[in-house]
T-cell receptor
Framework: AQTVTQSQPEMSVQEAETVTLSCTYD???????LFWYKQPPSRQMILVIR??????QNATENRFSVNFQKAAKSFSLKISDSQLGDAAMYFC????????????FGAGTILRVKS | ETGVTQTPRHLVMGMTNKKSLKCEQH?????MYWYKQSAKKPLELMFV???????ENNSVPSRFSPECPNSSHLFLHLHTLQPEDSALYLC????????????FGPGTRLTVL
């Protein structure tokens, strides 16, 4: 069975500061993919960042980066220079297997950005 | 229309009604998905279609019946639902190649009375 755990139901960050969202997962697959998706209030879910498990280098997309610790099965998301538009529900997701199209989601973390 | 669209956006139905949710993708993708998003629970994958063929049924009750007539359209037929089926139903699509990004629709907010 595949599981994804997000232990922080809610986080807050001051505008322009940095915040890290935690995610741990479990899978018996050797090939898998990890994702962070963002769901703004009343808006569509969009992909933030993606990590292939076979790649040791941490993925980065502009202000978003991950800390992928494969042995610890940890996949945290760091948001730098936080902006008001970053306020959303963030979901960590695992896609096991080489085909990678069956997403298993965590419960989500609500991120609030204070001005 | 661009991306993934879903209709209706809101639906209220009684337990004896029959209704359908529609999803359409304008991205040229080959894989489509139905997810259920309930309050305070993780998103649950319900069905996966690749090239119009159902490749995943995540132990979904038979009162939910998917249909994929072509790669651009996906339906979820609903009948004799229960109040606990009230949730946001999300449709997504992807190219179908490996771990491609899934593009989500806005969802249908379903309330079962």
């Amino acid at each position: 069975a595949q599981t994804v755990t997000q232990s922080q139901p809610e986080m807050s960050v001051q505008e322009a500061e940095t915040v890290t969202l935690s995610c741990t997962y479990d899978t018996s697959e050797s090939d898998y993919y990890l994702f962070w998706y963002k769901q703004p209030p009343s808006r569509q879910m969009i992909l933030v960042i993606r990590q292939e498990a076979y790649k040791q280098q941490n993925a980065t997309e502009n202000r978003f980066s991950v800390n992928f610790q494969k042995a610890a099965k940890s996949f945290s998301l760091k948001i730098s220079d936080s902006q008001l538009g970053d306020a959303a529900m963030y979901f960590c997701a695992l896609s096991p297997g080489e085909y990678g199209n069956k997403l298993v989601f965590g419960a989500g973390t609500i991120l609030r950005v204070k001005s | 229309e661009t991306g993934v669209t879903q209709t209706p956006r809101h639906l209220v139905m009684g337990m004896t009604n029959k209704k359908s949710l529609k999803c359409e993708q304008h991205l040229g993708h080959n894989a489509m998905y139905w997810y259920k998003q309930s309050a305070k629970k993780p998103l649950e994958l319900m069905f996966v279609y690749n090239f119009k063929e159902q490749t995943e049924n995540n132990s979904v009750p038979s009162r939910f019946s998917p249909e994929c007539p072509n790669s651009s359209h996906l339906f979820l037929h609903l009948h004799t639902l229960q109040p606990e089926d009230s949730a946001l139903y999300l449709c997504a699509s992807s190219s179908g190649e490996g771990a491609a990004e899934q593009f989500f629709g806005p969802g249908t907010r379903l309330t079962v009375l």
